[in-house]
């Protein structure tokens, strides 16, 4: 039989496993949210421990808090920042709104941890208690939103390595493929030539645009409200003890944390984890189209595109022998379509806050901070075991150009918008090339047609006009 201590609250009695660090109020909402089965992310428990330990201190720092029992409780969180005692992190991610079932989870792991550092035993709270002890000047109301800003800023910072990473994979593959022309497509439909250095430094563009745009939601999140405790106005919270805390948690993160001009407002408004949500959607649908792109331009082989070969990462088919399919590029597609969900869940759960709280904070951190979580291995994935091994059909790339109507766009300076569209309408009914039937109808002279007609000069800004030999 497993042993048990007896905890009590304010509405009654509780066995609990007698080795757990948990306690009574995480016991209840385990019972009372048997949802998803997902607990808190690493980094979150790790954010919070570190939040409880910059309130520790500063609370010794004010004379509030026992040094004896402060530096306990410091202990006691320091080993869950270096990776202790997360099991003991119980609690549904769909819980009690505001984040208080959370909250209480680690404000009784760490009092429990902390009172056998004292030499007691679990469940003996006259030593070191949750509430008085370990959220002593704080309330959930400003412990969760800070831990929710201190929890996506570091995967904020590995999702942006990773960015950096395709990036300069793009800009490297824009290099090796400068020189070759590729048909450019408008609705699907033939039109002028692009290189394919091109398309990818495009791609380049792209990442680079969303790189700075989520380094500008990032900002946003180092405004803390911590101090402000239950409903912004600081009661029970020394501002002194709000400045310690502050400059502790700045110093034990490495970001430019700092207090909040108006701590109601921050309390009140998610709209800084909208931006950043809005941020990481942006992202999640320019990465559906450039991997919708590359998987259009690597269809076939045969009957497809077939301009570039991806890396053959696994068999495609359990059913037809030799398929290789594009699946790097499909799984990045599903995580954004995950991603964009998740936006609305945010969208949704920030407006729905009301008066002095949102207490839907919990599904907001944990949409959140699996956006950032998946977005950042997606695209490692993406990068590594795709992008940096296409390769290019330079050949086929050719063929596609020379038989394009689009290299007809070249024409409208000498023989006019009408009689190019004509040239165009006899090569498809044909199926001769452009400079075929420019040369049967003698349109332009023999020796201008190769100069009007080049690939790479379409590929090239401005107005071309080539004067006969």
Known sequence: MEKKRVEKDYLGEKEIPEDAYYGIQTLRAIENFPI????????FIRATAIVKKACAEANMMTGDLDARIAKAI????????NGKLHDQFLVDVFQAGAGTSHNMNANEVIANRAIEILGGKKGDYKIVHPNDHVNMAQSTNDVFPTVMRISCLPLIQRLIIELKNLKEAFEKKAKEFDKIIKPGRTHLKDAAPIRLGQVFNAYASIISENIERIERASIALEDLNIGATAVGTGLNAD????KIVVEKLKAYTGFKLRSAKNLIAVTQSMGDFVELSNALKTLAIDMIKIANDIRLMSSGPVT???EINLPSVQPGSSIMPGKVNPVIAEAMNMVAF???GNDLTVTLASQAGQLELNVMMPVIAFNL???L???KNSIHVFTERLVLGITANEKRCREMVERSPGLALALNPYIGFEATAKVVQEAIATGKTIKEVILEKKLIPKDMVDKILD??????PGKRKVKQS
């Open 369 to 371: 901070i699996q956006s």
């Open 36 to 43: 998803s089965r997902i607990k808190a992310h690493p980094e």
């Open 74 to 81: 410091i202990n006691a969180a320091d080993e869950i920042i």
């Open 304 to 306: 497809g595109l077939n």
């Open 455 to 460: 690939p790479y000069a379409l590929t090239e």
């Open 373 to 375: 979580d998946i977005l």
């Open 239 to 242: 501002p002194e003890y709000v």
């Open 338 to 340: 995950q991603v964009i």
